[in-house]
């Protein structure tokens, strides 16, 4: 199992190092890629091998801020993880604004 995170990370270090030098790279995840693949790794503790998408607390950050928070600077759409936010402590509402 560790051999296989290794070779995730080492893809993921070179995917982050082609989006900065190779013209027409672009992270470009399908929906279920997102869920199946990055979401599950992250909550399975394999936080390394998901390191092209960072931590970051949206809602803490204006919309165009979040593009500089994002490790692929070349793409003109970026991908977060981040905590869902409540309204209230204790309410059942969820932040929407960022």
């Known amino acids: 199992m560790e051999a ?4 995730v990370c080492n893809d993921t270090a070179a995917s982050v190092e082609a989006s900065t030098v190779f013209p027409g790279f672009k992270f ?22 998901v390191e092209i998408i ?17 490790i692929v600077k070349s793409d003109t759409e970026w991908f977060f993880f981040c905590a869902r936010g409540k309204k209230y402590p204790h309410g059942s509402l969820n932040r ?3």
């Open 28 to 49: 470009s995840p399908t929906d279920v890629e997102l869920i199946s693949f990055y979401l599950k790794r992250k909550m399975d503790g394999l936080e390394r091998s």
């Open 96 to 98: 929407r604004a960022t």
């Open 4 to 7: 296989e995170t290794v070779s």
């Open 54 to 70: 960072p931590d970051a607390d949206i809602y803490n950050f204006e919309p165009w801020d979040l593009p500089d928070k994002s």
